[in-house]
């Protein structure tokens, strides 16, 4: 039997593993140098000028929408093809999340879609967006920071799937994901079938200091030993606690991971592209293939998502022959955690469209050209017998 295809998985080299022995043998586990290392790299990759190491994305999100000071009843839109964790930040403080519905070829949140739910609002009503770089296809900041601007709306950008990604603005500059150029906040993950592994782990990248310095102290229980923050002095062992935060703390294990992920960053994602490429050339004109991604030189592709038809059957078949494919996503609209807020079938109808016809197909670095033309010609036989 052939060895188990998975749609991700995280690739770990011997440096890896030494970067991650060496932290052990070192003083600090957690809250040491690292961490701040990590940060300044990852700012740099992005071409921010902060970022913040968190525990996971979904910690990320959390303390994005705390820093941006969302109040209970606030309004906030989002997609429905995401992992819940995007719009779920927002019911941790007590807002209310709107979905509007995906544009049906790029999957990304639909611009025109949006406006059309702010227009219908009264002012002040929506206090945020938070769009996601579905797939690893970066949503045009450039239009949605215009749009947010005209009617008073944050952003926080979702770009767990894409780190490297870019769009080109209207100068024909390249705009990459988490670079602050348009976002208040954006969000990332290191969770191992993202492009950088780190186990578990998060970062949130701003051009704000102000932020970033409320972001500081948000993820460590609102706590600071900052001198210039501090209310009072009473010696080199005070600290306070100026806001109610949490423990949402990466530890200089996973940032010595992560480090050593990130200086093979760039590579990786080249591959990722090439993998893109060759499912496209192999599918595209196949009948029973409804649709393949757009090829956008800035798309990331955390995941390669086709349409066909028979989903159930394509599933079950290249699961029978080893190769384990993933439904990304189910719509946040219709889990009944939503349904019971009010939320229904027929809402969102080219989400819900979407969601019966799509199918992520193995998309990692370490897939092998060999392991990916046996997965194109099991799609191939198939569809050829339908």
């Known amino acids: 039997m052939r060895k188990p295809i998975p749609y991700g998985r995280q690739t770990i080299t011997q440096k890896d593993i030494d970067a991650v022995v060496e932290t052990l043998s070192s003083d600090f586990l957690t809250q040491g140098p690292k ?9 740099e990759y992005v071409g921010a000028k902060y970022a913040i190491a968190v525990s996971n994305g979904t910690a990320a999100l959390h303390l994005s929408v705390m820093a941006l000071d969302l109040q209970k009843g606030e309004q906030v839109i989002t997609t429905p093809i995401t992992f819940v964790a995007s719009a779920n930040c927002v019911k941790y403080q007590e807002g209310e999340i709107v979905f509007a519905d995906i544009d049906p070829e790029s999957y990304l949140i639909d611009l025109v879609a949006v406006e059309e739910l702010l227009k219908k609002s009264e002012p002040g009503t929506f206090k945020g967006i938070i769009p996601v770089d579905f797939a690893g296809f970066p949503v045009n900041m450039e239009a949605l920071r215009s749009l947010a601007d005209k009617y008073k709306l944050w952003i926080i950008e979702d770009a767990c799937h894409a780190p490297g990604g870019f ?31 780190t186990g578990e782990g998060g970062m949130i990248t701003t051009n704000s200091e102000l932020l970033y310095n409320k972001l500081l102290m948000l993820r460590s229980h609102g706590i600071t030993k900052d001198p210039q923050l501090l209310q009072q002095q009473d010696g080199p062992w005070y600290y306070e606690m100026q806001m109610l935060g949490f423990n949402y703390r990466l530890t200089d294990i996973q940032a010595a991971l992560g480090i050593s992920q990130l200086q093979e960053a760039s590579g990786r994602l080249k591959r990722r592209i090439e993998i893109a490429g060759r499912y496209n050339t192999a599918l595209e004109n196949v009948p029973g293939i409804l649709a393949t991604p757009i090829l956008d030189p800035g798309h990331a592709f955390h995941l390669y998502v086709i349409e066909v038809h028979d989903r159930s059957g394509l599933y079950n078949f290249l699961r029978s022959k080893n190769i384990f494919t993933q439904i990304h996503y ?36 370490g897939l092998t050209d060999e392991e990916q033309e046996y997965i194109i010609e099991a799609i191939l036989e198939f569809y050829k017998t339908r």
């Open 167 to 197: 769009f080109t603005d209207s100068k024909n500059n390249r705009q990459y994901c988490g670079n602050g150029e348009f976002a208040d906040l954006t969000v990332f993950s290191f969770h191992p079938v993202k492009h950088i592994a």
């Open 35 to 43: 961490i701040a290392e990590f940060e300044s790299a990852f700012a």
């Open 330 to 365: 189910i719509p946040a609209h219709l889990m009944p955690y939503y349904q019971d807020l009010g939320w229904k079938k027929g809402d969102l109808p080219v989400a819900e469209a979407y969601y019966e016809n799509c199918i992520s197909l193995p998309l990692f670095p």
